[in-house]
């Protein structure tokens, strides 16, 4: 509907819509203008040039004659003598317009608003824009919430198949990595700022050589491209410079997939898979529910949706893992074992489902296993799936294939797609061939679109080397960072932000969606697409245009603006997904890899937070503790306790690692589930030149990274090298256990005893009247409030059962609430701001223990400790039973954070918040206060939301109704484990959750009466693996 | 001289007088107000107070950073909210006790013996309780709002939150400081009038002559004297055992395990006379060596604080009993805990140095002997105002290093900031402590005749 405003305002296209109101009333004042020319000089005018009005920019006569007067036509008719009044009417005025044309930049292009788009812009009210996050070529659609102009805040798109309004913590973070200072803000050569047409100029002479040449110097090095767009546009490069070359490279890269596919079926495709019809889920490896694995936020919500004991059958989730991930911890049987085996188990499985994979038994508790997987598998055809890991070799995905046809489960279960990326090759032998080409003097012009290869290719291609004593001519880095490799090129230009450009991207089943601006370019900067337009000859093509075009051309219905609006509108592209492919599945799996029992194997993940290394400078993932270990600012090598044991090591230990020649030193945690004879290092650390955050966090794994094991090395020696490093925990025990007994925070139990007993979770709660103080009290309510007679009373219910650890919650809420980092050295003195934390518990055996993941927001108390001892009255209860802090009033005592049982205040020790940077001054909620030194803070169930829902609920005279409003943490929660609501409607959901017998409240005895209650997680084991 | 010393070994045989024989009220004066008035301000004096002085400076130094940056120079974290801060603030309160206690309730209680000690005992717990109060202002987040937690009227009408301790605190300390400091003020105006009296130098009579306030020694002026006096010792009494018990309350009232139990506040008050008995031996055992006033304090009072310290030492041993029982009795988890954590956490160690500082090395003050020596007492009373101190930091911070949730426990490691200020404000005290003894009369003239044998007045 409101595109429909857009179209009857033809006049209006040209500019964004806060621009609306001032044309109106330019076109009632002066002369018509000539709208066609100002629109023909808008296409013609590139970035934000200035303009200060239509005239100008049209270049109309009436304009040029007003530059030449001395003073506007209103002023000089006060030449008789203004009086004080009137002058000082006439200054307060403009100072008031002055203030209002500083707003903020405006992207030039019109941009779509999604669903709550108001009359038009209304300062204070945000809107919402539907547009796309990429990560290594896969999508996670988005909703941006903007307020005049600024976006603040990222969330999941509730109406895209994919995320259903959940995101990962890389999409939430984005909005921080929009706004970083440290972003590359000029064009560089040699490291010295340039212009855009100095750099044309320089490019010029060398482009039209090859040109000649049918480009056979030029090399164009990219990471992952699935952007229908660019994936054209390259392909037309191509064709205009035959002998020019495109290479890719993405550290993360999926090579193994795309040969295992090319195994199976002889072609390179996309594996998809339908989580929601599984009964039984088997992992190879597989962390199918941390962010990062394409698909992420969908398969978490369908994985969880089928979490519930009481509606429908639970799904069983087995995982062989080699590295413990939240699938492992979410995972009814877990079985840890090296990478280097799970190729023979996979073999095994396979065999024992009657696919000719060629190898036998498994030994002890993994034939145990084993055969029950595959009792399981046999018994559940079509609706069962087996996920092998990105990391696992080619053949564990072609037995995967195998597995999964043999089961029937293609097309139920499984699907086979054409794949997203738009350019599936190997992408370690592509960068071979460049490196060997750069080498060989093959190569004049090197064009490096995105990505840091100089930093994360493998160590012994020495790309970085080969860049830097090479001599290329023509060295180009497009980036968003002056990072490592920019540093080893000539030319340095500055990329746009995804939230500042156009463009599009797919997601995992491959619908497209189209990337919107947000704002325009903080720091000019070019998108990939006009940088790739630029090479192809159209050097002035605007990224909107570019992308417009290429759909216009797609779009075969006459109704293309509708099209158009329609997928801006929505954030996807209506019919983009891919249709399921038939293959043909080949018997040839290679002959089983021999394996040495006895030798050190070492695995490479890319790290939970700042994944390859590209969002090390964003320091709300460093700072975002790591799912199981809970570590901040530092990538540890995992290694099994058992093995440590052996080894005479401990946590915290620095040990050197040696492969191949080369070694690193790297601090040891020691995991609880991990396997024995393997250690786990993480990518993305040991930056040189990542910014004032990421720099010099961690250490470097890509140094003993090689081209030929990518994921999984043997033949690593291990040393003590007897110093030590201190890593930054944010949780102080991982245990529930103490010497004088389990403490029942995280209560579970198995399907089989909760059917016979589904109160378990219930301990005897004391009597509400228990207490020295009625409840609702305060100074400002009576005794004994009664919060049922309230319209609302808040509450939420956390779902342990279907939280996956994933932390996008923390992000999320970080996000909502403007909360600081306060850095690693702060984290370490347990200064961490998060106000919702996600604790992971281990449970049992420490060589394959239990894992349990629990959210720990504020509880709002109905009867809150915190309260009574504030000697200020600085956090008080609302009427509808928050637990409101008045950060006025606070004077910091911190005497509510020590009589908090659940330690979910967080205090302002230091100024812990960034007054200074102009940037992310424009990147915080203006509806939450900015908290200074001093104070204490804590989660208000995003209070700012219930009082905009509120008010807009009032002048409708209505109440709020269920599920309009959203907690942050709850929007973007991929599981959709956390709900929040009114607990006085009985038909809420939230009431209806917290009516379930898995209800529980945290540390019940102490009579706090919490609003956050728990579901009791309950797993569904095999009762024979059980035995 | 051969005699006088044979009549002070038979007198400690039976019980050691009060005042050493041989004294007239001219020489009691004599002896008194020379050290304030004619005795040469020693090296010794510049040297201490110049220590002292730094240290002081050194304190505020730390302050002055603390208040650039925020409580986080300190090591208080999540979830340890207090450390140093009220560590030392119930420790210096707790020394503040033994003052007024000497004062008002053996004043009462005709225990004449305390007219030697109780005026520098008085001034040692006015700045007790100035060091005490610096804390609770000094750790809060944002110590210029210090006075929202006094009851002023505003326009918003907002008042005090009066459920919290925090506030009773305010309300106890400051009603303590003052009724002591009026108490030490009016103890001492005869005292002035006589260094008016007596001093050659004009400033010097200028000033004691307007602290004097026009005393004359009348009887008028004694008869109202002695009125006020008993009346503020009335006043005062109640006081010496309600400010602990509210300090007490700061943990009593929260619900953490190891705070929230009933037996606090006797034990808090015992402890803090323990300590505050400590702290008056610390001083004056070298205060009457210095100054060469065995005669007035005299072996018999050594014994008898050293009494008042085996006895609330033992009430405070009995705390701690009871504490641990009920750990084990209460059959709470996390009381249960608490206690494992005392004994085999990572601050085990400090609860084991605690036990043997208040509980085992004080028992040796059975031993007779010891309680006549003062080189003893000093060591003892140092070992007990460590142990004190252990013990607030015992409850403060291993208490709230682990308390319902696992995933929230923590360390607290004190910062050189901590340090600087506890040892400053240490400087701080002995700081007053030196301009005290310096210029007023550090023992109580008038009273100090009262327990001359002259001054037995025949019915």
Known sequence: MKMDSESTNQHHEAVCPGKKEKLVQLQTERPALDLDTVRARVAETKGPEFWRSLEELAGSAEFQEMMHREFPKGASEWLDGVSRRGFLKLMSASLALAGMTACTKQPLEPIVPYVRQPEDVVPGRPMFYATAFELSGYATPILVESHLFRPTKIEGNPQHPVSQGGTDVFAQASILGMYDPDRSQTITYLGETRTWGAFLEAFRAPLSIQKGLGGAGIRILTQTISSPTLADQMRSFLKAFPQAKWHVYDPGGRDNALAGAQMAFGQAVETQYKLDAADVIVSLDADFLASGFPGMTRYARDFASRRNPDAGAMNRLYVVESTPSPAGAKADHHLPMRAADIEGFARALASALGVHAGSGAQQGEAQRFLEAIAKELQAHRGSSVVIPGEHQPPAVHALAHAINQILGNVGKTVVFTDPVDANPVNQTDSLRDLVADMRGGKVDILIILGGNPAYESPADLGFADALKSTNIPMRVHLGLYHDETAELCQWHINETHYLEQWGDTRAYEGTVSIVQPLIAPLYSGRSKHEFVAYLSGLSEASGHDLVRSYWQKQHAGQDFELFWKRALNDGWIQGTAFEPKQVALKSEFGSPATVDANALEI??????????????????????????????????????????????????????????????????????????????????????????????????????????????????????????????????????????????????????????????????????????????????????????KEPYAWGMAIDLNKCVGCNNCIVACQSENNIPIVGKEQVNKGRHMHWLRVDAYYQGDRNNPRAH????????????????????????????????????????????????????????????????????KMMRNPDVTVRSRGVMEKCTYCVQRINQHRIDSEREDRKIADGELQTACQQSCPANA?????????????????????????????????????????????????? | MDDSKQIVVTATNRQA?????????????????????????????????????????????????????????????IPVGWGFAIVNFVWWIGIGHAGTLISAILLLLRQSWRNSINRFAEAMTLFAVAAAGMFPLLHLGRPWLFFWLFPYPNTMNYWPQFRSPLVWDVFAVSTYFTISLLFWFIGLIPDLATLRDRSENRWARMIYGMLAMGWRGSARHWARYETSYLLLAGLATPLVLSVHTVVSFDFAIGIVPGWHTTIFPPYFVAGAIYSGFAMVLMLAIPIRKFYGLEDFITERHLQNSAK????????????????????????????????????????????????????????????????????????????????????????????????????????????????????????????????????????????????????????
């Not at chain 1, 009791?1016 to 024979?1024: D, F, L, Q, S, V």
Request: charged share 20%; net charge neutral; glycine share 8%.
């Open chain 1, 978 to 1027: 956390i709900v929040f609501g009114n607990i006085n409607d009985p038909n809420s959901q939230v009431s209806k959750l917290k009516a379930q017998s898995r209800n529980y409240s945290l540390l019940a005895d102490l009579n706090t009466r919490p609003r956050t209650t728990y579901l009791a997680e309950i797993k569904n084991p095999n009762p024979e693996l059980q035995a």
């Open chain 2, 17 to 77: 007088p009060v005042i050493e024989p041989g004294h007239s009220f001219a020489s009691v004066t004599d002896k008194i107000s020379a050290i304030v008035l004619t005795r040469p301000t020693s090296n010794g004096w510049f040297v201490g107070f110049g220590v002292s002085f730094l240290l002081l400076m050194g304190m505020l130094y730390a302050v002055g950073y603390l208040f650039l940056k925020g409580v986080g120079i300190w090591g208080v974290n």
């Open chain 1, 603 to 788: 695995n490479y993940r890319r790290d939970p937070s700042v994944f390859d290394g590209r969002f090390a400078n964003n320091g709300w993932l460093q700072e975002l503790p790591k799912p199981m270990t809970k570590l901040t600012w530092d990538n540890p090598v995992m290694m099994a306790p058992v093995m440590a044991d052996r080894l005479g090591l401990k946590s915290e230990d620095v040990i050197k690692i040696s492969l191949n020649g080369k070694s690193i030193a790297a601090p040891l945690w020691l995991q609880a589930g991990h396997p024995d004879k393997s250690i786990t290092v993480f990518l993305g650390y040991g930056r040189t030149r990542a910014g004032r955050v990421g720099t010099g966090a961690g250490y470097n794994a890509y140094e003993i990274r090689y081209s030929a094991m990518p994921w999984l090395a043997t033949g690593v020696s291990i040393e003590k090298t007897g110093t030590t490093y201190k890593l930054a925990s944010t949780q102080g025990y991982q245990t529930m256990e103490t010497p004088v007994g389990e403490r029942p925070l995280v209560r579970t139990t198995s399907l089989e005893d909760y059917k016979k007993d589904p109160e378990f979770a219930r301990e005897e709660e004391p009597d509400a009247d228990e207490t020295l103080y009625p409840h609702g009290n305060g100074h400002i309510q009576p005794e004994g409030w009664d919060y049922t």
């Open chain 2, 308 to 459: 008042v310290m085996l006895a609330t030492g033992l009430i405070v041993a009995y705390g701690y009993a009871i504490e641990a029982f009920m750990g084990w009795y209460s059959g709470n988890r996390y009381d249960a805990y608490t206690l494992w954590n005392r004994l085999h956490g990572p601050y085990a160690f400090f609860y084991y140095m605690l036990l043997a500082c208040n509980i085992f090395v004080p028992q040796v003050l059975w031993i007779r002997k010891l309680r006549k020596s003062p080189p003893a007492l000093f060591l003892i009373s140092g070992v007990i105002l460590v142990g004190m101190w252990l013990e607030r930091f015992i409850i403060v911070v291993v208490s709230l290093q682990r308390d319902f949730l696992n995933s929230s426990w923590g360390m607290y490691y004190p910062t050189r900031w901590d340090w600087m200020t506890y040892i400053g404000t240490i400087g701080m005290f002995l700081c007053a402590m030196f301009l005290f003894v310096r210029i007023l009369p550090m023992i109580s003239i008038f009273e100090m005749r009262t327990l001359l044998p002259q001054a037995e007045v025949k019915e």
């Open chain 1, 853 to 920: 993941f629990q959210p720990v927001p504020c509880m709002q108390c109905e009867a809150a400790p915190c309260e009574l001892v504030c000697p200020v009255g600085a956090t008080v209860h609302s009427t509808e039973g928050l637990n409101d802090m008045v950060y006025n009033r606070c004077v910091g005592t911190r005497y509510c954070s020590n009589n908090c049982p659940y330690k979910v205040r967080r205090f302002n020790f230091l100024l812990f918040q960034d007054w200074e940077t102009p940037q992310l």
